[in-house]
């Protein structure tokens, strides 16, 4: 259970301390709650992770601002709240992580073959259809003024951003298990997966779930090992493929895997866009520059290019 409890602190110090008070409440107490380590252990290991508990516990039960109606509500609900954790996983599909992947695109020429990795619903699929704002320079679709969110991200250091959008002719992408947003329960599971506090992130979630609906992506289900290079074969051979995931090689849980998808993408004839915890391949850390905590390492074909907040609010260039 120690091994679970350290899970549950470097959540808590690292990951919501600044960001969602109420997660970081109920992370320390977790941490420290014998009966509640007792029922992350009767998990698998990747089902005892702080935010899919967390999402279940508030779709099933809702949010309790105190320990105690945690642990009331974890005894009363648990055999509820255990039975989705085994059925859903933590498939965010944050949509504002397109405004650091966009950027990351930005030195391709050309016609664009998206497949992302992980896609879930496909929210990311549709970086074209969403609005951005860099701070100092601004992108928005043309013609509807009102329908599209507009995601937010402070940007320092010397990168470029682009001024105007990929042409993508073909999109999609591939996952374990597609959500379905046409499905109220789909859609009801990914709202619950924003945090707490973030009102405006659900607002923009909300839009875009929209979006998707209207124009929905192909999503393929499979394995990123076994079945994406059939999915790259599929793209038009006019165009550059794009492979990217975003928070999604941290759930394979072997580092040999992880590996090993790196050197088939590094292999491949697609750019390889990868926004990871810095952990997920260490490999490609810078060794001279510091880690900002709590961060993700954006990378193309391997290189690191900037650190980028979790949810696309921040992109540091390096």
């Not at 992947?101 to 990795?117: C, D, M, Q, T, Y």
């Not at 875009?208 to 079945?227: S, T």
């Not at 941290?250 to 952990?279: G, T």
């Not at 979790?310 to 260039?317: K, S, V």
């Amino acid at each position: 259970m120690d091994r679970i409890a350290d899970r549950y602190l470097r959540f808590a110090r690292i990951e919501a301390a600044g960001r969602s008070p109420l997660y970081e409440k109920w992370a320390l107490h977790v941490a420290n709650s014998f009966d509640t380590l007792v029922f992350l252990q009767d998990l698998p290991v990747d089902k005892q992770q702080p935010n899919l508990l967390f999402a279940a516990f508030r779709h099933t039960v809702g949010a309790p601002t105190s320990t105690a109606e945690f642990d009331a509500g974890l005894a009363q609900h648990g055999a509820a709240i255990r039975a989705l954790m085994l059925t859903r996983s933590t498939q965010t599909n944050e949509p504002g992580r397109c405004a650091v992947l966009l950027p990351a695109l930005a030195s391709i020429g050309g016609k664009i073959a998206l497949i992302e990795v992980g896609a879930s619903a496909g929210l990311c699929l549709l970086m074209d259809k969403y609005g951005y704002d860099w701070g100092a320079q601004r992108l928005v679709p043309c013609g509807d003024d009102s329908g599209y969110p507009v995601f937010p991200c402070a940007v320092t250091g010397a990168g470029s951003l682009p001024h105007t959008y990929p042409e993508i002719v073909w999109r999609a992408g591939l996952d374990l298990s597609p959500i379905d947003v046409n499905r109220d329960e789909d859609r009801k599971w990914l709202e619950d997966l924003v945090w707490p506090e973030d009102g405006n992130r659900l607002a923009r979630l909300q839009s875009a779930l929209r979006i998707c609906r209207r124009e929905p992506p192909q999503i393929v289900r499979g394995d990123l090992l076994r079945d994406l290079a059939s999915l790259i074969e599929q793209a038009p051979a006019e165009a550059t493929v794009v492979v990217y995931h975003s928070a999604v090689l941290n759930y394979v849980m072997d580092q040999a895997l992880r590996d090993e998808f790196a050197r088939n993408m590094l292999a491949s004839r697609c750019v390889w866009v990868s926004n990871e915890s810095p952990l997920v391949f260490p490999q490609f850390v810078p060794a001279a520059t510091p880690q900002p905590s709590g961060m993700f390492l954006l990378c193309a074909d391997g290189q690191a290019l900037a650190w980028t907040d979790p949810h696309g609010a921040a992109l540091q260039w390096l």
